[in-house]
C-alpha cells in the first residue's frame, strides 16, 4: 500500500507558529478545566447556593454581567457574542489549530470541529451544562490525539507548555490544594524540560522559588505564570 | 455504488467532522461553508481516459514551453502564430518575469485544466488554469470519506486511488527544491477561500504552512524566521498568493501577503516558486484561443483535445461573425475569473445586447466569443431524487521531471437547472471523480 501522508523532514517553528501553538493549549486547557469547575458550581447552585456562579466569575476573573443563574447558564456557555463563553473559548482554540492542521493533523482537529458542532445544536443547548459531557470527551480525545499523532517533541511540548501553564493558572484561581498545583507544575516542568523552547527561563526561577506551600496563592504567583510565555 | 449513495448523509458527516470547507465572501463578511458533496461520482472509462491523458500531457508540455519562450526568444511571436498585442495586453503577462527561467525550467508545476464533455462524447477544453488552480483536496478527502463508509463499492469497482496528490504536489516540490532548503506552501491566511485546502495539502504533503510573516529574505535568499531570530533557508514556495501580491516592494505595495524582496531571491534563482510568476499570460482567456496552435508550434503535433469554438473579435471577420451571432453565443470577459465575466447571449435583453456589442467594438481585445456547448448533464441527488444537472471536470496536471496527470480530479456541478456555471463561489456542488483502471 502507497503511504498517503508524507513524512515531515523539517517542521520549522516561527514565532507566529509558537505563539499558535501555545494559545491553542491554554485555550484548549481552557475549554476542558471551565467545564469541571462549572460542574462544581452547577451542583452547588441546585439547593446549596443558588448564586454560586458569582463565585465562579470572581475567581475566573471575569465581569459578573450575568442577571440570574439562567442568564450565566444561556450566556456564559452558548453566546457567541459573549467574548468570555465557552463556545468563544473553542473558536479560540479552532482559530489556532485551523492555522496547525499540519502540525497536529485532521484527525486531531476535528475534536474541535465536532465540539463547536455539538455546542451549536439548539436540543443540546436546551439541556445545560448537562448536555456538554461530551465536549468534556471531546477534549480528553484531542488530549490524546495532540500525544499520539504529534512525533515532533518540540511541538507537542510547546503545546502541552500551554495546557500546563493555564491548567496552573486556574487551579490556583480556584483554590486547589498545594499538592495538586505542585503536580501540574512538575508535569509543566517536564514539557519545558523536553525541547520547548518557548519558556522563560528567568521568569521560570523565580516562579520555582515562589511555588511553596506558604506562597503559591500570592497573585505575584499568578503574574510570574502568566509571564513565562517568550517567543 | 448503491451503498455509497445511501450513504451520502454520512459523507457529510463526516465532511463536517473533518472541517472541509471554503470560504466566501458575502456583503464584505467572511462565511465558511460545507462544499456540497454528491455521493454519484462521475466516472471515466479507462479508454476515455487513455485519450484525455495524452491530450493534456500534451497541452500543458506546450503551454510550459509557450511560457518559456514569451519571457525570452519571443520565437512564436516572431513566426506570426500570436499577435504581440495578445501578450503585452494580457493583464497577466509580467514586464518583471523577461528573462527569468525558472528552476528546472518549468513554470506551470501545477496545471488545472477545465474541461467538458459534450453529448457526442467529445471532450473539450474551456480553460486552463496555470497560477494556482484549486480544489484538488476535495475529491482526495471525500474518496477517503467513502472508502470508509462503503468499502464494498470499492471492492467492485476498479478505480484508480486518488489519495496520492499530495504525494505528486511533494515530488514536484522536491524537484526544482533550490540547494535542498525547506518546501513550504505559502498562503495567505484562514480567510482566504481555499484555506481549508492549503492547510490540508501541507499536513498531507509533510510541508511547512507558512504565513507571510514566517518569511524572510536577506541576501537575495529566501528564509523561514524561526525562534529566537534562527534562519533556515527555504528552497521552494508553493504559494497559494495571487502575482501581483507576492512581493510588495515589486508588485502591489500595499500588499500584506507577500514578502518583501522576494521576487529578487526569485529572479536570481536562489528559490523555486510553484507556480512561477508571470504564468497568467498563458491561461488568459485570449490565448486560450492560441493554445492547440501552440501545440503544433512547439510539439509538432495536432492538438488531441481541443477547444470550444472560439472567435477572437480582435480579427475584424471573427468581431463580424460574432456582432451577427451574439443571441447564440457565450461571450466572456477575458480579464474575469471563478465563472464571472460570462454572458449567454441568449438571456441578455435588447439594451444589454446593444451595450455588448458596443463594448466589443470599442474594446475588443478584452473578449472572447464561443459556440455554447451543450454538454452532458450528471445525475446528482437531491433528497431521495435523482436529478441531473451541468457540470465540469477540472483535471490536474502536475509537471516535474515528467509530466503526469492525476487519475482524479474536480468535477463540479451546477445546483440551478438552469444554469451552466459550476463554480463553488456561485453555489456550486462537488463530485467525486472515478478514473476505471480497466
Known sequence: MQTLTATKINSGISSAKANRLYWLGRYAERVYLTLHMLRKHFDLMIDEDKDSY???????????????????????????????????????????AMMLREEIMTETLCYIELSIAHMNKPEVQNKGIEGLQRITDYML???????ERIVNNQIRHSIKFGKYLESLDLHIRFDYQFNRVEEIFARMLHSVEQECYI?????????????TFDDYKNIGVLQLINSLFRS | MYSLVKQKDTVNKWMERFGVRFGIYKSGNFHEQLFPFDPIPRVISH???????????????????????????????????????????????????EGITPSKKIFSHISGIDLVQAKDGKWIV????????????????????????????FKENAVFDNRNYSTLIRKAMDHVNVDNGL??????????????????????????????????????????????DKRERVGVIYRRISDEYLDPLAFESTSLLGVPNLMRAYAKGNVAIMNALGNGVADDKG??????????????????????????????????YVLENLKTLVIKDVAEAGGYGVMFGREMNDEQLANIKHLIETEPRRWIAQEVIDFIDLEIMEGEERIY?????????????ETKVWHSGLTRYTRSPTSFIVNSSQGGGFKDTWIMKK
Open chain 2, 126 to 153: 474551456l480553460e486552463d488554469n496555470l497560477r494556482i488552480p484549486s480544489g484538488a483536496s476535495y475529491p482526495m478527502i471525500a474518496r477517503t470519506i467513502t472508502r470508509k463508509v462503503s468499502p464494498e463499492t
Open chain 2, 47 to 97: 479508454k476515455d481516459w487513455v485519450e484525455i491523458e495524452a491530450g493534456l500531457i500534451q497541452r500543458v508540455n506546450a503551454l510550459n514551453m509557450f511560457l518559456e519562450d514569451v519571457y525570452n526568444d519571443k520565437s512564436i511571436v516572431k513566426a506570426g502564430i500570436i499577435p504581440e498585442e495578445f501578450i503585452y495586453s494580457s493583464s497577466g503577462y509580467m514586464a518583471q518575469c
Open chain 2, 389 to 401: 444537472r451541468k457540470a465540469d471536470l477540472r483535471a490536474f496536471v502536475i509537471s516535474e521531471a
Open chain 2, 287 to 320: 490565448i486560450y484561443y492560441f493554445v492547440p496552435k501552440m501545440v503544433e508550434y512547439y510539439l509538432g503535433e495536432k492538438a488531441i483535445l481541443q477547444n470550444a469554438p472560439t472567435y477572437l473579435p480582435y480579427f475584424e471577420e471573427d468581431k463580424k
Open chain 2, 183 to 228: 518546501q513550504v506552501i505559502l498562503t495567505p491566511g484562514r480567510y482566504n477561500s481555499a484555506y481549508f485546502e492549503h492547510s490540508y495539502l501541507a499536513e498531507k504533503a509533510g510541508v511547512i504552512l507558512a504565513f507571510a510573516d514566517d518569511l524572510i529574505v536577506e541576501n537575495d535568499t529566501v528564509y523561514y524566521k524561526g525562534l529566537f
Open chain 1, 199 to 211: 519558556c522563560d527561563e528567568l521568569t521560570l526561577l523565580t516562579l520555582k522559588q515562589h511555588m
Open chain 1, 141 to 147: 480525545a484531542f488530549w490524546g490525539s495532540i500525544d
Open chain 1, 54 to 96: 458569582i463565585s465562579f466569575c470572581t475567581k475566573m476573573g471575569i465581569e459578573n454581567k450575568y442577571t440570574s443563574a439562567d442568564d450565566f447558564t444561556k450566556r456564559y456557555l452558548f453566546d457567541c457574542s459573549n467574548p468570555e463563553s465557552v463556545i468563544n473559548m473553542l473558536e479560540r482554540v479552532k482559530d489556532n
